[in-house]
């Protein structure tokens, strides 16, 4: 049975006192999200706080929204099973989607393994808000750093749905920006991410070296 819909139990989506135009004043930014997606230990939480680090020391209000934090408490009740990690990414989506609303760089931290899901965090954030990242670097470089142990446990038979081993990664068609973290540094992946940001005018003025 399908789940009832905002409109089936007569719920209206009421519109702010206060303008996207005025938070973009107040903040010197466009709110978007920033959704960085790639397997387990292809970079993404790394560059998601480096990134975050870097436009808050230049007085840009970012935030980092990590998986495994996201598990502790708002989808503690969720597991790893596809229908959890389909709802896990939904729910993320609507925080991501309310954060960019904000006005805030929203910057996500999740392997995503599914087009559909990404596609419905897109359409949750909204026209021109939201910015695909394919953290991409082959399954040997991401065992090679999987300093967790979760590959290990996978491929012991340890954990199942495991993206990359027993479950499915669905790449990225035609992401905004493609990094390849196997042979790119830290430093130089933030300063191409920081640079979609300025090209889609989500932030403006000039770069510090």
């Known amino acids: 049975m399908a789940k009832p819909t905002a409109a089936d139990r007569n719920l209206t989506w009421q519109a702010g006192g206060v303008s996207q135009a005025a938070r973009r004043r107040l903040l010197g930014q466009r709110g978007c999200v920033l959704w960085l997606t790639g397997l387990s230990g292809s970079g993404k939480s790394t560059l998601a706080t480096a990134l975050e680090k870097r436009l808050i020391r230049?007085?840009?209000?970012?935030?980092?929204?990590?998986?495994?934090?996201?598990?502790?408490?708002?989808?503690?009740?969720?597991?790893?099973?596809?229908?959890?990690?389909?709802?896990?990414?939904?729910?993320?989506?609507?925080?991501?989607?309310?954060?960019?609303?904000?006005?805030?760089?929203?910057?996500?931290?999740?392997?995503?393994?599914?087009?559909?899901?990404?596609?419905a965090a897109r359409s949750a954030a909204g026209p021109g808000r939201f910015l695909e990242v394919f953290c991409h670097a082959?399954?040997?470089?991401?065992?090679?750093?999987?300093?967790?142990?979760?590959?290990?446990?996978?491929?012991?038979?340890?954990?199942?749905?495991?993206?990359?081993?027993?479950a499915p990664y669905e790449s990225p068609r035609s992401p905004d920006l493609l990094l390849?973290?196997?042979?790119?540094?830290?430093?130089?992946?933030?300063?191409?991410?920081?640079q979609l940001l300025r090209d889609r005018k989500i932030i403006r003025g000039r770069s510090p070296s």
């Open 58 to 119: 230049q007085g840009r209000l970012a935030y980092v929204l990590d998986g495994d934090n996201i598990r502790h408490g708002l989808n503690a009740d969720l597991g790893f099973k596809p229908a959890d990690r389909v709802e896990n990414l939904r729910r993320i989506g609507q925080v991501a989607a309310l954060f960019a609303d904000a006005g805030l760089i929203a910057i996500t931290a999740f392997i995503s393994p599914y087009r559909s899901t990404r596609e």
């Open 180 to 194: 390849d973290t196997a042979n790119t540094s830290v430093a130089a992946c933030v300063r191409r991410l920081e």
């Open 138 to 166: 082959p399954l040997a470089v991401c065992e090679g750093r999987d300093t967790k142990g979760l590959y290990r446990r996978a491929r012991a038979g340890e954990l199942k749905d495991f993206t990359g081993i027993d």
